[in-house]
T-cell receptor, first 115, second 111 residues
Framework: GAVVSQHPSWVICKSGTSVKIECRSLDFQATTMFWYRQFPKQSLMLMAT?????????EQGVEKDKFLINHASLTLSTLTVTSAHPEDSSFYIC???????????FGPGTRLTVL | GESVGLHLPTLSVQEGDNSIINCAYSNSASDYFIWYKQESGKGPQFIID?????DKRQGQRVTVLLNKTVKHLSLQIAATQPGDSAVYFCAENPNTDKLIFGTGTRLQVFP
């Protein structure tokens, strides 16, 4: 099946710094990628939808200036958490879709801890 | 925002028994549904999907049932094994380009 990777798998940073998370589709071209956030013992919450070559669409309540998304190629999307704070600590997961339809394939996730 | 679960319900079963995990979805316009398995510290893993023009679909040891009348989805796992222990999420696609996740159910398998 299709493989989606994320890098890094975990990151610890100081409050106020920015962190970039990469999501790659390894064996297919992803026209659409999705970014989710998951807090402990909770479900996945969609943050934004990113389409290659265009601006991301953010879900209600997600700050687009804080969570910068770039989808520069058909195999790579990046999420940058700017000026991270402890409340941004979470598990960030991306998924990729070959065609419009929600994205079946998920990455392994990135654990972000902000001190 | 999307669906949020504050407390994960837990289903405990004995190894070898069958498991049934239920999910109520919210949008009557949803036409595609997926079940995912998530192990601790990992991303969701696709298990099985079903479209709204079907009411049952079988995979290897798993069966998904869809009841559109009451907006209910279930995942049946036959001969549950310790490796099946995980959190299971249903997800619905309300005819848009994104998935809405349910709250999740933790499956615990005892020897």
């Amino acid at each position: 099946g299709a493989v989606v990777s994320q890098h890094p798998s975990w990151v610890i940073c100081k409050s106020g710094t920015s962190v970039k998370i990469e999501c790659r589709s390894l064996d297919f071209q992803a026209t659409t990628m999705f970014w989710y956030r998951q807090f402990p013992k909770q479900s996945l919450m969609l943050m934004a939808t990113s389409n290659e070559g265009s601006k991301a669409t953010y879900e209600q309540g997600v700050e687009k200036d804080k969570f910068l998304i770039n989808h520069a190629s058909l195999t790579l999307s990046t999420l940058t958490v700017t000026s991270a704070h402890p409340e941004d600590s979470s598990f960030y997961i991306c998924s990729a879709s070959m065609t419009s339809g929600g994205g079946k394939y998920f990455g392994p996730g990135t654990r972000l801890t902000v001190l | 925002g999307e669906s949020v679960g504050l407390h994960l319900p837990t289903l405990s079963v004995q190894e070898g028994d069958n498991s049934i995990i239920n999910c109520a979805y919210s949008n009557s316009a949803s036409d595609y549904f997926i079940w995912y398995k998530q192990e601790s510290g990992k991303g969701p893993q696709f298990i099985i999907d079903i479209r709204s023009n079907m009411d049952k679909r079988q995979g290897q040891r798993v069966t998904v049932l869809l009841n559109k009348t009451v907006k209910h989805l279930s995942l049946q796992i036959a001969a549950t094994q310790p490796g099946d222990s995980a959190v299971y999420f249903c997800a619905e696609n309300p005819n848009t380009d994104k998935l809405i996740f349910g709250t999740g159910t933790r499956l615990q398998v005892f020897p």
